[in-house]
């Protein structure tokens, strides 16, 4: 899930600040998880972009949970911008897992 919450503009650059949950429904704990997330308005794609979380040290996600991460978009569009921010609850949002890491090593791609 990808939620909008905040957006800062500097100079020509807007950032859009996401809280993003991902749930492990899974039976191994998840060190690593890359995504592309695609953001379309019909026919029109606003945003194709990558999402990636990591913890080597102990587990991004464990598995049967759900962790929560923040996620910073960044564009120097004026017109992706006000897409994102005007109409984001009408625009629709693919996050396709392209890459998961486990815990015991294992490596599985998208």
Request: glycine share 4%.
């Amino acid at each position: 899930k990808i939620k909008s919450v905040y957006v800062t503009q500097s100079g020509k650059k807007y950032e859009f600040l996401y809280d993003v949950e991902i749930e492990n429904k899974g039976f191994l704990d998840i060190v690593a998880i890359e995504c592309e997330v695609i953001i379309e308005n019909g026919n029109d794609v606003v945003a194709d972009t990558k999402f990636s979380c990591s913890n080597y040290s102990s587990a991004a996600v464990r598995a049967g949970k759900k962790s929560k991460f923040s996620w910073i978009l960044t564009t120097d569009s004026t017109y992706v911008a006000e897409e994102l921010y005007y109409n984001f609850d009408d625009l629709k949002v693919r996050v396709e897992v392209t890459q998961i890491q486990f815990k015991n090593g294992k490596i599985k791609t998208y």
